[in-house]
């Protein structure tokens, strides 16, 4: 019988705190920013129909096929990546296997310690771009295909 009674006393703290999140979040109608349209936009058309780009990819959705044992195989725990997002992730669209991830740098920003040290010792190589210069299609062609090429030392 007690257990009945602590069973539906957790179920009701549980909805109620679901309830007083749901009161503090508001979705957002945008999911991209300018700056953000314009890299996809960019990458898209200089990937071509190969590949697909997937925006605000969570890092414990790349992670968990990097991990072993609950850590990275940089050392770190997996659960300290799971708030983490990356801005993109590139994928063969035939198959979603994913060929990298891309950073994005707001001007005056350093590269994420975090990410590079995770993507330092994974399979899926990190392409870091500086949001506010604009690279020619030819640059982020040369620099995925390097990517791409440290990928397979992987295998």
């Known amino acids: ?19 007083q999140l749901a009161g503090e979040l508001t979705v957002q109608g945008v999911f991209l920013d300018a700056s953000e349209r314009a890299v996809l936009d960019g990458l898209e058309r200089v990937l071509g129909a190969h590949c697909r780009v997937c925006p605000k990819v969570a890092l414990s959705a ?30 063969l669209r035939s198959t979603g296997e994913a060929l990298c991830a891309v950073q994005l740098l707001a001007p005056g920003r350093e590269p ?35 990517l791409v090429e440290h990928r397979r030392s992987f295998r």
């Open 62 to 91: 790349l992670t968990a096929s990097m991990a072993r044992d609950g850590r990275l195989s940089s050392g770190l725990p997996v659960h300290l990546v799971a708030p983490l997002v990356v801005d993109f992730v590139v994928c």
């Open 112 to 146: 994420s310690e975090l990410l590079g040290s995770i993507f330092e010792h994974g399979a899926v190589p990190l392409l870091v771009l500086d949001s506010s210069r604009t690279l020619a299609a030819s640059d982020i062609r040369r620099e995925l295909a390097r």
């Open 1 to 19: 019988m007690s257990g009945t009674f602590y069973t539906g006393l957790r179920d009701w703290y549980q909805r109620r705190a679901v309830r």
